[in-house]
């Protein structure tokens, strides 16, 4: 009799992508004049989103992955927008969105995951071009829990519950937080 083996295997499964949809742009494939840094930091006051969000993971010690996003989606017909955003920045890259379930109309995402370009590239930035509105805060807290992540802080307990502080700040500000405790 053969013995069979309980282990899973290595190999990966590939990421099932809507096909309708297209790859990701990233800065290699963007010829586009850069924008003047002053409307985009502007622009990120409107339409930017910064997200920190805490999500279940198999192979991590503690079970919780930290997950830090930058972000700004627009409607696709705007997605020169985005490339120059991201020739400026030099980092990230722009996805494509589908709302047909909902009526709506194509949208573009332009997003920025990794912490080292965020470190590199997105906190120059805004620190040099400042945001005007309240999020400016909200970009503070989202900062202070990168940089957190950097120095590799979420591993610790402490450092954990930290994060989960700042991130609990940072909806406060949102606009689906009904109370306004800061």
Same mark, same amino acid.
């Given at each position: 009799?053969?013995?069979?083996?309980?282990?899973?295997?290595?190999?990966?499964?590939?990421?099932?992508?809507?096909?309708?949809?297209?790859?990701?742009?990233?800065?290699?494939?963007?010829?586009?004049?850069?924008?003047?840094?002053?409307?985009?930091?502007?622009?990120?006051?409107?339409?930017?989103?910064?997200? =920190?969000?805490?999500?279940?993971?198999?192979?991590?010690?503690?079970?919780?992955?930290?997950?830090?996003?930058?972000?700004?989606?627009?409607?696709?017909?705007?997605?020169?927008?985005?490339?120059?955003?991201?020739?400026?920045?030099?980092?990230?890259?722009?996805?494509?969105?589908?709302?047909?379930?909902?009526?709506?109309?194509? +949208?573009?995402?332009?997003?920025?995951?990794?912490?080292?370009?965020?470190?590199?590239?997105?906190?120059?930035?805004?620190?040099?071009?400042?945001?005007?509105?309240?999020?400016? +805060?909200?970009?503070?807290?989202?900062?202070?829990?990168?940089?957190?992540?950097?120095?590799?802080?979420?591993?610790?307990?402490?450092?954990?519950?930290?994060? =989960?502080?700042?991130?609990?700040?940072?909806?406060?500000?949102?606009?689906?937080?009904?109370?306004?405790?800061?």
């Amino acid at each position: 009799m053969q013995e069979v083996s309980r282990a899973r295997s290595t190999k990966r499964k590939s990421i099932r992508r809507n096909p309708r949809l297209e790859d990701p742009i990233g800065k290699e494939r963007i010829f586009r004049e850069k924008l003047n840094p002053h409307y985009i930091a502007g622009f990120i006051d409107g339409e930017g989103s910064f997200s =920190v969000s805490i999500g279940k993971h198999k192979t991590l010690s503690r079970g919780l992955e930290v997950r830090c996003e930058f972000e700004i989606e627009l409607r696709k017909d705007d997605q020169e927008i985005l490339e120059r955003i991201c020739a400026t920045f030099g980092c990230g890259k722009i996805y494509d969105c589908s709302y047909e379930r909902y009526g709506w109309y194509p +949208h573009a995402k332009y997003k920025i995951t990794s912490t080292k370009d965020m470190e590199k590239y997105l906190f120059p930035f805004l620190d040099r071009y400042q945001l005007q509105a309240k999020k400016i +805060h909200v970009y503070k807290l989202f900062r202070e829990i990168v940089l957190m992540v950097r120095r590799k802080e979420h591993l610790t307990n402490n450092g954990f519950k930290k994060i =989960v502080s700042l991130r609990d700040r940072m909806r406060s500000f949102g606009k689906k937080h009904r109370e306004r405790n800061r």
